[in-house]
DNA sequence: TAGATTGTTAATCGATTAACAATC
DNA sequence: TAGATTGTTAATCGATTAACAATC
């Protein structure tokens, strides 16, 4: 779902290819660590378990990225991802709770070498307010909506209790944020021009245990 | 990708489709908590922003849950939905990393209200091995192996750095997990018989990012 | 040059949707 | 009974793959 919103029609991108982007981003980069130049679409797609066509029908939707014979070149390939997913500039992205998660989101250092930075933390627990976390200044939930307004924030982690969550995206929403990453179990009702993605760790393990044998399982009975 | 390997064909309902039973049983558990008794495709569907069609024919791939006119009895569909992903019985679960994202794991309630108990964590950090963790006693990763086969630890979550991910991937799928939910941003490899979901929230902001405009972006030239 | 690999086309495959008879 | 909604079929839509001419 692209839940874009801008009503471009026109030759769009199917949705599943741009998700697929920061994955081969992802794994070009890990390559580029190890010391390699070039790699073909059959090399990344043995990584990442994808047919190579499949890569290069993908690529072939921005433009044209490899030569033949010799395939990629991962630092210009790099490159040029970076800026269709338009990472050419850092992001900066707000975190609404500052429990476990909040503050465990807030020493991440993953963020910052792929294009984010952690730039407020909010919580509504006035004995956080004030303390400083990786950097950043823990602010009250009643400064919200100014921070945003006067930073133009577009994007926003929310790290809040499930009972919390609708009420903090409707804020967010309401002073501009565009992106959502939402860590709460619930679904959060946005407008359409507002995208957001969930983060829920239960859904995940839940999919896999279907395929999980019973008979293998502990036996909680007694 | 199923990635179930039992190798058993039949008619084996697509895994796109399993994927999203999770989503409905959170949504459902979410209407039971406020008290509803009963809903449709279409309510359902609507609440999610689905079809309802999708979902009738989801759920036709495991039998008939519903009553024309009716709709669905909301506590039978959970129940159903429970049974269909073996969460009839608890999955005790292993973490790997104490780090700050390990600790958050270990102090996330929402693990144990579906389905889920933290039983067991790791790390090599002997400063912290033998501290309590919301009443998890952290153990030594050298005791991994020992503890992962003597208990029958088929699921594990891994908090760890991606230096060490596949290292501790290794090791657990030796030790039998059969179902592994990766923390680190790295493209794990395993035997075809282990399962592997991927949770990086960087992943899913730069397929956001794609989206959002450049002028908007905080400028930082200067 | 010979070998390798791209970008693209057409075919295949699979998933979603629309429609409706059945029936509560 | 009349209205609502299911489960299912067939049609549509979209994504993946196989194949290959172009060319490095």
Redesign the pocket.
Do not use: H, M, W
């Given at each position: 779902m692209p839940a874009n919103g801008n009503g471009v029609s026109a030759p769009s991108i199917?949705?599943?290819?741009i998700g697929r982007l920061p994955i081969y981003l992802r794994a070009l980069t890990y390559m580029s660590s190890e010391g390699k130049l070039t790699t073909?679409?059959?090399e990344l797609g043995e990584h990442l378990g994808?047919?190579?066509?499949?890569i290069?029908?993908d690529?072939?939707h921005f433009g044209?990225?490899?030569?033949?014979?010799?395939?990629?070149s991962i630092p210009y390939l790099v490159d040029q991802l970076k800026s269709i997913l338009n990472l050419d500039v850092e992001w900066r992205v707000a975190v609404v709770g500052a429990g476990f998660l909040g503050h465990a989101l807030a020493h991440y250092n993953g963020f910052l070498s792929r294009g984010f930075r952690i730039s407020w933390i909010f919580d509504s627990d006035t004995s956080k307010v004030g303390h400083e976390m990786n950097g950043v200044i823990v602010q009250a939930m009643n400064e919200l909506e100014e921070t945003i307004k006067r930073e133009g924030t577009q994007i926003a982690l929310i790290a809040v209790p499930a009972s919390m969550a609708q009420e903090v995206t409707d804020r967010l929403v309401a002073a501009g944020v565009q992106s959502i990453l939402n860590y709460a179990p619930i679904n959060l009702r946005v407008p359409p021009n507002v995208q957001v993605a969930h983060s829920d760790p239960v859904v995940q393990l839940q999919h896999m245990t279907y395929y999980l044998a019973q008979d293998q399982r502990v036996d909680t009975r007694e």
């Open positions: 199917p949705d599943i290819v073909s679409s059959n994808i047919s190579s066509a499949q290069r029908k690529l072939s044209e990225f490899g030569k033949q014979g010799t395939g990629y």
